[in-house]
């Protein structure tokens, strides 16, 4: 593929196993970057015949305090990942029991 001058950085996310694919084809297809090997895996791409599975998510919004958020902001950078990551984890780590309908400590409001 020509070089062209409007390519511009794209920075996403893959796991391992892409990784290791988009090398090994980069080798096969001798091709000399990653972003050849994406440039032609795009340029192969039905986009039309794509069709995203379905997931069985929802989107939800909450108040948070402010210092709250600026802790999911400093740790979203410092682990570099997303804010909704910390947020499913964090949800997920949560124990379910009984005697808590006002959360913890800090959080709880007081009567």
Same mark, same amino acid.
């Given at each position: 593929?020509?070089?062209?001058?409007?390519?511009? +950085?794209? &920075?996403?996310?893959? +796991?391992?196993?892409? $990784?290791?694919? $988009?090398?090994?084809?980069?080798?096969?297809?001798?091709?000399?970057? &990653?972003? %050849?090997?994406?440039?032609?895996? #795009?340029?192969?791409?039905?986009?039309?015949?794509?069709?995203?599975?379905?997931?069985?998510?929802?989107? $939800?919004?909450?108040?948070? +305090?402010? %210092?709250?958020?600026?802790?999911?902001?400093?740790?979203?950078?410092?682990?570099?990942?997303?804010?909704? %990551?910390?947020?499913?984890?964090? $949800?997920?780590? #949560?124990?379910?029991?009984?005697?808590?309908?006002?959360?913890?400590?800090?959080?709880?409001?007081?009567?």
């Amino acid at each position: 593929m020509a070089k062209n001058s409007y390519n511009q +950085p794209l &920075t996403f996310d893959l +796991p391992q196993n892409l $990784i290791a694919k $988009i090398e090994a084809c980069r080798r096969a297809l001798a091709l000399r970057s &990653t972003s %050849e090997v994406v440039r032609e895996a #795009l340029a192969d791409f039905d986009f039309e015949r794509f069709s995203a599975p379905q997931k069985d998510h929802r989107q $939800i919004s909450v108040r948070l +305090p402010l %210092e709250v958020k600026d802790k999911l902001a400093k740790y979203s950078r410092k682990k570099k990942v997303s804010v909704g %990551e910390l947020l499913r984890v964090a $949800i997920q780590m #949560l124990p379910v029991k009984a005697g808590r309908k006002n959360g913890r400590g800090k959080s709880a409001k007081k009567r």
